[in-house]
């Protein structure tokens, strides 16, 4: 995992302790001594992630925590207070500010590296979606951008995994007014139960006597309907590695025992606050862009989405020294088939391989319809060694399985011809990255079609 942190501190040797752990987990770090050049560097910068100290003279953390998040600009880079305060007061403060998360002076290791890495798990996906907003500027957009979502003022909705009467009485209590909260003794039907009701969070307890907590945290990673359900793991000291584990898995928080009434509400209104942001970000993009940039035929989107999107993706790889692959796919002999089965039996043929090639890339991956019969895929953050391995998966795929036409359950062979491109080190462009791939395709078409081939330069 790779991010750009900003530190924040007016100490030179606070800001250097922070710095060396942060490279030595491969983090980008930038540095800032004061609020204003902390501000500048967010609004001129491609900053995952601030770490932002209290006690700053001139102008304060809570203050500068409070202008990043009035600015819609700033407003979605999530902000971690370093404080040597540790009175609830400080902490609820912060909370009025906009921080998404605090630690407490002298910092300990794994809570700060757990924290960032959660922290920057979600503004990637934070950022995928306003990127794909900012992609469709020219049909409107741009008020969704600049619109800074508050939460609603509801009570969340939240599930609590827990098999001890005593800890589930105690997290009542202490949630009482301030979420609806249900309850599942057992983890198998805690699942379901998520799966079936909209939880804005789910907890779940590490103390099960005969299961293992992080299947269930796996279970309800794999599933598209929790896919982005916010999970917080209610922890036992001594359950660092399980920790370390789960954050690996997709968790987004963790609490250790015994759990601080403050503390708990404060990380659920953080991750409450999160979710709601991107539902909304998500539900507006969605129903703003879907007529303009998907392909009617197959929900994909289309070339016009492409050709502006492509280049934004290009651009953010290289200014931050990330791979990123794109392949062109091609059915093989599709004039035959809509000769052979008219054009109906062709659009069923482009709908079922549409679907067959969204089921095999990732979620980050931007899958498009090309144009007639050529789709495109773009891989961030994919060496092109692992683009090729996907792209041969979706050509057995394809070949593997035949395709339905028609009412009859008649059903045919098809093949699909695929080429790989990556961008170079040193000078690329969009226009010789994708070439590289269509010479690629052609040579696949060429040398006797159902093949992948990929051009390294």
Do not use: W
């Amino acid at each position: 995992m790779t991010a750009r942190i900003l530190v924040v501190d007016d100490i030179p040797a606070n800001v250097r302790l922070l710095e060396v752990r942060l490279l030595a987990e491969y983090f980008e770090v930038l540095t800032a001594t004061n609020g204003p050049d902390a501000i500048e560097t967010c609004e001129n910068g491609k900053v995952d992630v601030v770490l932002l100290d209290v006690m700053m003279p001139d102008m304060d953390g809570f203050e500068v925590c409070r202008r990043l998040k009035s600015d819609p600009a700033t407003s979605h880079i999530p902000v971690v207070m370093i404080t040597a305060l540790d009175q609830v007061s400080d902490r609820v403060r912060g909370l009025e500010a906009g921080a998404d998360d605090f630690l407490t002076k002298p910092v300990n290791d794994l809570q700060l590296m757990t924290r960032v890495k959660s922290l920057v798990r979600l503004k990637s996906l934070t950022d995928e979606l306003r990127l794909r907003a900012s992609t469709t500027r020219n049909i409107g957009i741009e008020e969704l951008l600049s619109r800074n979502f508050a939460s609603e003022d509801t009570t969340p909705k939240v599930l609590l995994i827990d098999e001890r009467k005593s800890s589930v009485e105690r997290i009542q209590k202490m949630l009482r007014d301030r979420a609806d909260l249900d309850v599942s003794s057992d983890p198998h039907a805690g699942f379901f139960q998520a799966a079936e009701t909209s939880y804005e969070c789910v907890m779940i307890s590490t103390a099960f006597a005969d299961f293992d907590p992080l299947r269930l945290c796996s279970q309800l990673r794999s599933l598209d309907r929790t896919r982005f359900v916010p999970i917080i793991l209610l922890a036992e000291e001594g359950e660092e590695e399980r920790i370390i584990r789960g954050l690996e898995l997709g968790i987004n928080d963790y609490l250790m025992r015994p759990i601080d009434q403050q503390e708990l509400t404060a990380r659920l209104g953080t991750q409450v606050r999160r979710k709601r942001y991107n539902d909304q970000l998500r539900a507006s993009v969605t129903q703003t862009i879907e007529m303009a940039v998907t392909d009617g035929l197959t929900g994909l989107h289309n070339r016009r989405y492409l050709d502006s999107h492509l280049q934004t993706l290009f651009d953010r790889a290289v200014a931050r020294r990330r791979p990123l692959s794109v392949m062109i796919t091609d059915l093989d002999r599709f004039k035959a088939i809509n000769d052979a089965h008219g054009h109906d039996g062709g659009d069923e043929v482009l709908r079922e391989f549409a679907r067959r090639l969204r089921k095999n890339v990732r979620g980050i991956d931007l899958a498009c319809r090309f144009g007639g019969e050529e789709f495109v895929v773009v891989m961030p953050d994919t060496e092109g060694a692992v683009a090729e391995k996907v792209a041969e998966r979706i050509r057995a795929e394809i070949a593997q399985a035949p395709f339905a036409i028609g009412q009859d359950g008649k059903t045919i062979e098809v093949t699909v011809s695929v080429g790989v491109s990556s961008v170079l080190k040193g000078v690329d462009t969009v226009a010789a990255l994708m070439k590289r791939a269509d010479l690629a395709l052609y040579e696949a078409k060429s040398g006797g079609r159902n093949r992948v081939v990929a051009k390294a330069a």
